[in-house]
């Protein structure tokens, strides 16, 4: 079989198992039937108190059961049995989400589970890490934080009694990390795709810094540290746009908007700080605002795109400031709704189009609807709490890491107007869904 029809199939495969289990185990029949198969077996006292089964429907025994398939896929794999190797491998990597979503369903998370879990993550994807990227200077940051995040920051998180659950930036840098071994597999035997391992090895090493790194600071903090980066990519992308790097300057406002939806979800999760609220305005007004704004002025000759330039950062202001100042504190709504494009999109939909198109006509007329939109009273469906809790948690984190894969590609071979698209169409299945999701909610 082609290697690639053989990953794909697998992956479609895999994840609707994923899917239809999501489903089952939310009826209490198949709740009560996993435990009752557990007590079957016995449970029996640990060193710690906790009871245990023998079952491999146990969640503890699903982590070694998923280890061991791994590690022996990584051994057919690198001996020439490819194929096999390969679909061992990722029946490995899906049955990583099947003990997390059993153990939950069913009650039965332990601390012997909260640790032995990213142990084996680690183990499983850092092997063929080793093997297949010796020579990438990213692979050996990658293992150090990998190191220090498991050996120490878990043993000082442990002392202070604080949760070893991995954050949302550890779960995105495991789900690239285990992609490894099938896509090499897929570079392997197909010369025309791009090696772009060096990338995703960057990414890796950068999550899994971060991984740690929020890990350790206090929670409170969690919203300002993601806004002051938020800023600083804002900054940044000035200098990029100054400097006539477009590609720069959209990259690294894309990254801001990844700070930017976090930090409103850590806000919410664990407070923040007074000055908070207002640092993300900031933040938000030169990231989506005036780095866009600065890209349009500069796109064309001519007083007319100036004044256009300078009415979408107006617009994004006035947007910004009607949110905190005004829809904060409506009661006559639900929080996933937004009155007005959000800022991050109407960014992404103008950087868009100016890396696709150079036609004044264009730029300045997209820039015109989306300072339109922003100021507008039109409903919007926020994308993580009205649009993303309506998909499947394995399928989100699955479409994440292809996104960031897909740009990273686009990235290797230097596509402007790749990456243009990809934001253009991105903004585009935004406005879509948020419309179909609307009619639900709101009706």
């Not at 206090?218 to 992308?237: E, K, M, Q, V």
């Not at 009273?377 to 993580?384: D, N, V």
């Not at 399928?395 to 990235?411: K, Q, T």
């Amino acid at each position: 079989m082609d290697a690639l029809i053989f990953v794909i199939v697998n992956l479609v495969a895999l994840s609707g198992g994923l899917v239809a289990l999501d489903f089952f185990l939310k009826k209490e029949k198949i709740k009560k039937t996993i435990i009752k198969k557990c007590d079957s077996f016995g449970r029996y006292p640990e060193a710690g108190g906790e009871y245990v089964s023998w079952h491999p429907f146990h969640p503890n025994n699903i982590c070694y059961i998923r280890a061991g398939l791994s590690w022996v896929g990584i051994a057919f794999y690198y001996f020439g049995h490819e194929y096999l190797g390969i679909g061992l491998y990722l029946i490995a990597v899906f049955l990583d989400a099947v003990d997390g979503m059993v153990a939950r369903a069913c009650d039965m998370v332990t601390e012997k589970g909260k640790k032995i879990d990213p142990l084996f993550d680690k183990l499983t994807y850092l092997i063929p890490v080793i093997i297949l990227f010796p020579g990438i200077t990213a692979t050996y940051f990658f293992i150090f934080f990998e190191t220090i995040g498991q050996f120490a920051v878990r043993k000082v998180l442990s002392y202070q009694g604080k949760s070893l659950a991995a954050n949302n930036f550890g779960k995105v840098k495991a789900l690239i990390a285990f992609s490894f071994l099938p896509y090499a597999f897929i570079v392997k035997n197909y010369e025309i795709i791009p090696d772009i391992s060096s990338h995703l090895m960057v990414i890796c090493a950068v999550l899994s810094a971060c991984s740690a790194f929020f890990k350790l600071i206090p929670n409170r903090f969690y919203a300002d540290i993601l806004s002051l980066l938020n800023l600083l990519c804002g900054i940044s992308g000035i200098f990029f746009v100054v400097a006539g790097n477009l590609i720069g300057a959209s990259l690294i406002i894309i990254l801001g908007q990844v700070f930017d939806f976090f930090d409103g979800r850590m806000a919410a999760k664990h407070g923040g700080t007074q000055a908070g609220p207002w640092l993300d305005d900031l933040a938000d007004s030169i990231s989506f605002g005036l780095c866009p704004s600065i890209m349009v002025w500069i796109s064309a000759e001519g007083a007319l795109i100036k004044i256009i330039a300078a009415s979408f950062l107006f617009s994004i202001i006035i947007r910004l400031v009607r949110f905190s100042t005004i829809d904060k504190r409506r009661r006559d709504h639900k929080d996933y709704i937004f009155f007005g494009l959000p800022s991050p999109a109407g960014a992404s939909a103008v950087m868009g189009v100016i890396l696709v198109s150079d036609s004044a006509l264009i730029i300045g007329a997209t820039t015109v609807a989306i300072s339109v939109l922003s100021v507008s009273t039109h409903k919007f469906i926020h994308l993580g709490k009205g649009i993303a809790n309506r998909i499947p948690k394995p399928l989100i984190v699955a479409l994440s890491a292809f996104l960031l894969i897909f740009l990273a590609y686009l990235i290797k071979i230097n596509s402007q107007t790749g990456i243009g698209y990809f934001l253009s169409s991105g903004i585009l299945a935004y406005m879509i869904m948020s419309e179909i999701a609307k009619k639900s909610l709101l009706e």
